[in-house]
Structure formats: structure tokens, C-alpha cells
């Protein structure tokens, strides 16, 4: 088998454009992944284009050989572009023999994941919206919720701010009790010491961790955090390769990893973090804040992992249209999400609806402005 063409799309969401691709092979079979990084789409459109030269005619059915050509002709970099064709191929490869890829890629551990929602806040940054917006997620059947209350906070806050963010925080705890864990997002706002004082305030709310509480490629400033608070710190979106996770896990005090799927290289290279990991360990919560393909892709990961804590899910409160770009797409019920047992990836793209949401300039998350938490395209 070879590939042969391969086919680029931009989604508009309004607060991150999502950038999919489809590869094409002399078989007929094709298989899609997502590109998507960060806040920037169109140069990795074009990225994707530059790449092609290092997969157009080889086998799909060897990723890991479509990869290291990719990863040595960028000079052994990693990007979300290179990261949407490996998962591709996977696709492919199931569709070809017919098999899912958590089949591929050992089996199941787990037949459903639970999941945590994220993107729910869309709305004032007030304690009391906040506590209505996390009962109603609970009434869906959520048991773990993620959310910044920090607002606009870089490096250092403000006494007002700092007790606001902490009055939003005692708010959901007390409106969902016990019925939720409670994931603190610190969208590596803070310096070391803002995020200890800030960490051993969370204590008394008992959260399951707080996420990037300082710039999460700093790994110096993350294990002297995590050795000053007793909540447990997660991190690791930022991380490009396999050796900065085992630069974070020999510290032996940071036990949480969030590999970003697609900035790390695709599905082989994040299933070989998750065994590093394991070898330290750890548990595993992939990043997740793409589109619902994305959920996909870790959803085939997470099942087949040992060492699995929960998954990152959007899908829910993302826009109307969200799932209609997709055909098959798994939603969460109750606080769950199954796997695909379809080939591959077990979804495919709606490209009719797809063409309905073109990109957008101005689709971009501002997280040090105010009111970034409405996810609103700015006017």
C-alpha cells in the first residue's frame, strides 16, 4: 500500500480553529487525524504540506517508519502535524485489517473511561454561576470537573483577585459535596512562590491535583511546587519528547502526566510515555483540548493503559455543531465514554458540515485578558 495524496481541513471554532487531516492511499482506504496546536492553524496547514515529502508514497501500514523520517527531516522535532499523519495511518492499518486500534495496540483495560469535564464555565466569573453551572453537571452524571478561577493572573495576583479565585473554588465544593472531584487549572499562570501559597490554600477543598500551577516546560519550578503543597501537580502538555517526561518522573514527586497526543508525536510515541510512566509509577490523564477527534484518539490510548486516571472531555459543551462535523462520534453518558469498536479509529468526518465552518481569524483563546473564560470569538 501506498499514500498517495493527502487532504487538509480548518474547522472555525471560535476559540481554536481545528486543522484535520485525511490521507489517501492506491487502495482506496483513507484514514484522518487532527493537527490541531496550540492557536495556530494556518502554518500548520502549510506544514503539512512541507511534510508530505517524507510520507507521499511510503506504506501507511509502517507509522512508526513514516514518523522517524518526518521526526530526522525536521531536524528530531515534534509537532501536532506530524503527530495528525501517524495517527492516520493508524487508521488506516485498522481499516485495512479490520480491527480497532486499542486492538493494535494490546487490548483493553478498561471498556468505559470516566471523564472530566472541561469548557463548561462559559460565563461570568462569579462564585455563585459557578456553583449553578457545576450542579448541573453533576445532575448530568459528571463526578470530576476541571476549571481556572484565576482569571486573568500571570505570574503574580492580586489579594482581591487571589480571594475571588479561592471564593469560586469553596463555592463548587460546596454545591457538588462529595459528588465530584474538583481538577484546579492553572494554565502555568504563576511564579513558585505565588503557586505554593496559592497550592496549599487549595488543601482545605481537596482537589484531585492542580494542573500546571508554573510554566510546565520549567521542570525545576514544577518539582520545587509539588515538594512544597500537598495536592497532588499534573503537567506535561507543553512536553515535546519522551526524555522530558523521565526529566519530571525521577523527581519521584510529581505522579500525574498529561501527554498532549498530538504534540508528542501521535498514538506510538504517547503509548510509549504512558509505559515510561508506568515504570515510575504515574498515572496517565492524555491533554485533551481539541476537537472531539482528538477525544477519540485518547480514548484508544487510555483503554489499553494499566496505569489510566481519567480523561479530558470538551465534547459536551463545545458549539451545537461540534459533533454533526463527525459521523459515529461516542458521546459521554453519564460521566463515561466507550471506546470505538469500529476499524480504526471508529469515526469518520462529515466533510459536507465541515465546509458549513470555515476558519476563522480571529478564533483564538486570550488566557491573560479578561473574560477569556466565555470561549467567545473576539468581535
Same mark, same amino acid.
Given at each position: 500500500?501506498?499514500?498517495?495524496?493527502?487532504?487538509?481541513?480548518?474547522?472555525?471554532?471560535?476559540?481554536?480553529?481545528?486543522?484535520?487531516?485525511?490521507?489517501?492511499?492506491?487502495?482506496?482506504?483513507?484514514?484522518?487525524?487532527?493537527?490541531?496546536?496550540?492557536?495556530?492553524?494556518?502554518?500548520?496547514?502549510?506544514?503539512?504540506?512541507?511534510?508530505?515529502?517524507?510520507?507521499?508514497?511510503?506504506?501507511?501500514?509502517?507509522?512508526?517508519?513514516?514518523?522517524?523520517?518526518?521526526?530526522?527531516?525536521?531536524?528530531?522535532?515534534?509537532?501536532?502535524?506530524?503527530?495528525?499523519?501517524?495517527?492516520?495511518?493508524?487508521?488506516?492499518?485498522?481499516?485495512?485489517?479490520?480491527?480497532?486500534?486499542?486492538?493494535?495496540?494490546?487490548?483493553?483495560?478498561?471498556?468505559?473511561?470516566?471523564?472530566?469535564?472541561?469548557?463548561?464555565?462559559?460565563?461570568?466569573?462569579?462564585?455563585?454561576?459557578? *456553583?449553578?453551572?457545576? =450542579?448541573?453537571? !453533576?445532575?448530568? $452524571?459528571?463526578?470530576?470537573?476541571?476549571? #481556572?478561577? &484565576?482569571?486573568?493572573?500571570?505570574?503574580?495576583?492580586?489579594?482581591?483577585?487571589?480571594?475571588?479565585?479561592?471564593?469560586?473554588?469553596?463555592?463548587?465544593?460546596?454545591?457538588?459535596?462529595?459528588?465530584?472531584?474538583?481538577?484546579?487549572?492553572?494554565?502555568?499562570?504563576?511564579?513558585?512562590?505565588?503557586?505554593?501559597?496559592?497550592?496549599?490554600?487549595?488543601?482545605?477543598?481537596?482537589?484531585?491535583?492542580?494542573?500546571?500551577?508554573?510554566?510546565?516546560?520549567?521542570?525545576?519550578?514544577?518539582?520545587?511546587? *509539588?515538594?512544597?503543597? =500537598?495536592?497532588? !501537580?499534573?503537567? $506535561?502538555?507543553?512536553?515535546?519528547?519522551? #526524555?522530558? &517526561?523521565?526529566?519530571?518522573?525521577?523527581?519521584?514527586?510529581?505522579?500525574?502526566?498529561?501527554?498532549?497526543?498530538?504534540?508528542?508525536?501521535?498514538?506510538?510515541?504517547?503509548?510509549?510515555?504512558?509505559?515510561?510512566?508506568?515504570?515510575?509509577?504515574?498515572?496517565?490523564?492524555?491533554?485533551?483540548?481539541?476537537?472531539?477527534?482528538?477525544?477519540?484518539?485518547?480514548?484508544?490510548?487510555?483503554?489499553?493503559?494499566?496505569?489510566?486516571?481519567?480523561?479530558?472531555?470538551?465534547?459536551?459543551?463545545?458549539?451545537?455543531?461540534?459533533?454533526?462535523?463527525?459521523?459515529?462520534?461516542?458521546?459521554?453518558?453519564?460521566?463515561?465514554?466507550?471506546?470505538?469498536?469500529?476499524?480504526?479509529?471508529?469515526?469518520?468526518?462529515?466533510?459536507?458540515?465541515?465546509?458549513?465552518?470555515?476558519?476563522?481569524?480571529?478564533?483564538?483563546?486570550?488566557?491573560?485578558?479578561?473574560?477569556?473564560?466565555?470561549?467567545?470569538?473576539?468581535?
Amino acid at each position: 500500500m501506498r499514500i498517495t495524496d493527502v487532504k487538509t481541513y480548518v474547522v472555525g471554532n471560535p476559540w481554536k480553529n481545528w486543522v484535520f487531516v485525511k490521507l489517501f492511499t492506491d487502495e482506496g482506504i483513507t484514514g484522518i487525524g487532527e493537527a490541531t496546536g496550540s492557536l495556530s492553524a494556518m502554518p500548520i496547514v502549510e506544514q503539512l504540506k512541507e511534510l508530505s515529502r517524507f510520507y507521499i508514497g511510503m506504506d501507511p501500514l509502517n507509522p512508526g517508519r513514516i514518523y522517524d523520517r518526518m521526526y530526522k527531516g525536521l531536524f528530531l522535532i515534534n509537532n501536532s502535524a506530524m503527530g495528525a499523519i501517524e495517527i492516520a495511518c493508524w487508521d488506516i492499518i485498522g481499516k485495512k485489517y479490520n480491527i480497532p486500534i486499542w486492538q493494535m495496540l494490546g487490548g483493553k483495560y478498561h471498556d468505559k473511561l470516566r471523564v472530566y469535564a472541561n469548557g463548561w464555565y462559559k460565563g461570568p466569573r462569579d462564585p455563585i454561576f459557578f *456553583a449553578e453551572r457545576a =450542579k448541573e453537571l !453533576v445532575e448530568m $452524571g459528571y463526578t470530576a470537573l476541571k476549571f #481556572d478561577p &484565576f482569571g486573568k493572573a500571570y505570574r503574580f495576583t492580586d489579594p482581591a483577585d487571589e480571594k475571588l479565585s479561592l471564593k469560586i473554588i469553596r463555592a463548587v465544593r460546596d454545591a457538588v459535596g462529595d459528588k465530584a472531584d474538583l481538577l484546579i487549572e492553572g494554565h502555568d499562570r504563576f511564579s513558585v512562590s505565588t503557586a505554593i501559597r496559592i497550592g496549599n490554600a487549595l488543601e482545605e477543598f481537596e482537589p484531585m491535583w492542580f494542573e500546571t500551577p508554573v510554566m510546565s516546560t520549567d521542570i525545576s519550578a514544577l518539582v520545587a511546587v *509539588a515538594k512544597a503543597i =500537598k495536592v497532588p !501537580v499534573a503537567t $506535561g502538555e507543553k512536553f515535546h519528547r519522551k #526524555d522530558e &517526561f523521565a526529566d519530571l518522573l525521577h523527581h519521584r514527586v510529581i505522579d500525574i502526566i498529561q501527554p498532549e497526543t498530538l504534540d508528542v508525536g501521535g498514538i506510538a510515541e504517547t503509548k510509549k510515555v504512558c509505559g515510561l510512566a508506568e515504570a515510575f509509577e504515574a498515572f496517565v490523564a492524555c491533554h485533551q483540548a481539541q476537537s472531539p477527534l482528538n477525544t477519540v484518539v485518547n480514548a484508544h490510548i487510555h483503554a489499553t493503559l494499566p496505569n489510566f486516571l481519567i480523561q479530558e472531555c470538551f465534547d459536551d459543551f463545545l458549539e451545537p455543531w461540534s459533533m454533526d462535523i463527525f459521523v459515529d462520534m461516542p458521546r459521554v453518558v453519564n460521566g463515561y465514554i466507550e471506546v470505538p469498536n469500529k476499524p480504526g479509529l471508529g469515526i469518520d468526518l462529515n466533510e459536507e458540515e465541515i465546509a458549513k465552518h470555515p476558519y476563522g481569524q480571529d478564533n483564538f483563546l486570550r488566557l491573560f485578558e479578561d473574560g477569556w473564560e466565555t470561549r467567545a470569538r473576539e468581535k
